[in-house]
């Protein structure tokens, strides 16, 4: 995809998650990596609207985070996302979004039990202790728990997702919100929810249909 398109595609998943109510105006970040330029990536900016970006705001990076013009700062997030790119070269598109749902249940150290298909690809899902956004402790925390699981949950701070393409990075932010929102009607209920079977859930992790 040149680089254009994929700047237009951004902005798509940003207003997309806006609508959604995972990222807020100013808070959450996307990224992508330029397909032809495997050291090159494309991020939204730092403190601006979410819902009102146009592909010239978004901020052109390479690897060690240097943005390619001046007229806007890359996201505070950029290290942790270049972190990931570097250790998952197969890793195309990465979502930092500050989804209320994730992050309540990031606060109470809660896991994701099979509740769902579309949980099951979560349900080793670590939850990464606060750190300032950029410290390195919390970057290299973050790259270790993406090894395991397509998604994290920053405490505090919302969720990351990866993707082999950014519609894929925005589809497992979508379904974990969602799973989490079955999941917190449940215990509304005062119940646990049934599980799917164990050998279910292992076969979709093996065959990797999701």
């Known amino acids: 995809m040149i680089e254009q398109d994929l ?3 951004i902005i798509a998943i940003v207003e997309e998650l806006y609508q959604a109510r995972l990222i807020t105006p100013t808070g959450g ?7 032809d330029e495997p ?8 403190m601006l609207h979410k819902g009102s970006l146009d592909p010239d705001k978004i901020v052109r990076v390479d690897s060690t985070g240097k943005a390619a013009e001046r007229r806007q700062r890359p996201s505070v997030e950029t290290p942790m996302h270049l972190a990931i790119y570097a250790d998952q070269p197969d890793v195309e598109a990465i979502i930092h979004a500050h989804a209320p749902l994730s992050t309540a249940l990031g606060l109470v150290e809660g896991r ?10 979560f349900v080793n899902m670590q939850i990464v202790p606060y750190g300032i956004p950029g410290d390195q402790i919390l970057i290299e925390r973050v790259v270790e728990a993406v090894k395991d699981s397509p998604a ?3 405490q505090n701070h919302g969720l990351l997702t990866i993707g082999w393409t950014l519609r894929h990075a925005a589809n ?3 379904a ?3 799973v989490i929102r079955i999941l917190l009607v449940c215990r509304s209920f005062e119940q646990e929810p049934a599980t799917m079977p164990e050998e279910m859930v292992a076969l979709l992790r ?3 249909a999701l």
Not at 39 to 46: K, W
């Open 112 to 121: 994701i039990p099979p509740i769902t298909v579309d949980a099951v690809p």
């Open 39 to 46: 050291d090159a990536f494309l991020i939204t900016p730092t």
């Open 172 to 174: 497992r932010a979508l």
């Open 29 to 35: 970040n996307v990224s992508a990596r330029i397909t």
């Open 206 to 208: 093996e065959t990797g």
């Open 7 to 9: 700047r237009r595609e």
């Open 152 to 154: 994290v949950l920053l």
């Open 176 to 178: 974990l919100e969602e």
